[in-house]
């Protein structure tokens, strides 16, 4: 139960936050006569939030082997939401623009605790898989 939380509380809480931030308190830019890319960044790092926070729910109802690949997921759409506004997207390019002041830092923190947290959790569980094969034997 301890490791289930573990994996999949981090999750929900990163990927909520995710896929809240952008479109409150670390939202695009509202400047432009045309949505500039910082609203596009701030669109997929919503869905994308979403997404990690679907797999943290998942990690709840599922056994060991599953949330090693639920965890893995997690990694891969973390690794996302740091791509889509620094790589895919990105924000303004100034730099006094809240996007780039307040959006791209946070996106960044969560996308980056969202890997770490993920990789403990994956860490943990397969560890625990070991144990469980190694007994069996």
Sequence with gaps: ????????????ILGALTAI?????????AGHDVPGACHYS??????????????????????TRERIGLNIAVV??????LAIPTVLIGVCQGAMMHC????????MVLGALAIVF???ALVMDAKSTNAA???VR
């Design 21 to 29: 931030a952008p479109q409150t308190f670390a939202h695009a830019c």
């Design 76 to 81: 891969i759409n973390a690794l996302l939401v």
């Design 100 to 107: 780039r002041m307040v959006m791209l830092p946070t996106l």
């Design 133 to 135: 094969a190694t007994r």
């Design 1 to 12: 139960m301890k490791n289930k939380l573990i994996a999949s509380l981090p999750a929900i």
């Design 118 to 120: 993920a990789a403990i």
């Design 42 to 63: 701030a669109l997929a790092a919503s869905g994308v939030g979403v997404v990690i926070a679907l797999l943290g729910v998942a990690a709840l109802f599922v056994g």
